[in-house]
Nanobody, 117 residues
Framework: QVQLVESGGGVVQAGGSLRLSCAAS????????MGWYRQAPGKQRELVAT???????NYADSVKGRFTISRDSAKNTVWLQMNSLNPEDTAVYYC???????????WGQGTPVTVSS
């Protein structure tokens, strides 16, 4: 079982930036997706961005052009650079990992992001 530990959340003013990191323990040499989902109060959890072990990225339309996902294979770490944040980005951000289409995803404990207007 892969363990995921997030960091980097906090409070920022609209227009500001934050960088989230997710460190994974265990064997993650090959995977179909690692990245971030978020859940705002009263809403369902939604995809933010993911990256595959081959480097293919996937972004929600709402964050394209503002957020960038990247990874360091040697450190088993994925980052989410979030720029031009707005209050609609306020949510708990969860790191996500899935080895393949039949495996059960792993989730981090979540890190809160609050964007004030």
């Amino acid at each position: 079982q892969v363990q995921l530990v997030e960091s980097g959340g906090g409070v920022v003013q609209a227009g500001g930036s934050l960088r989230l990191s997710c460190a994974a323990s265990g064997n993650i040499f090959s995977f179909i997706a690692m990245g971030w989902y978020r859940q705002a109060p009263g809403k369902q959890r939604e995809l933010v961005a993911t990256i595959s072990s081959g480097g293919t990225t996937n972004y929600a339309d709402s964050v394209k052009g503002r957020f960038t996902i990247s990874r360091d294979s040697a450190k088993n770490t994925v980052w989410l650079q979030m720029n031009s944040l707005n209050p609609e980005d306020t949510a708990v951000y969860y790191c996500y990992y899935r080895r393949n289409i039949i495996s059960t995803p792993s989730w981090g404990q979540g890190t809160p992001v609050t964007v004030s207007s």
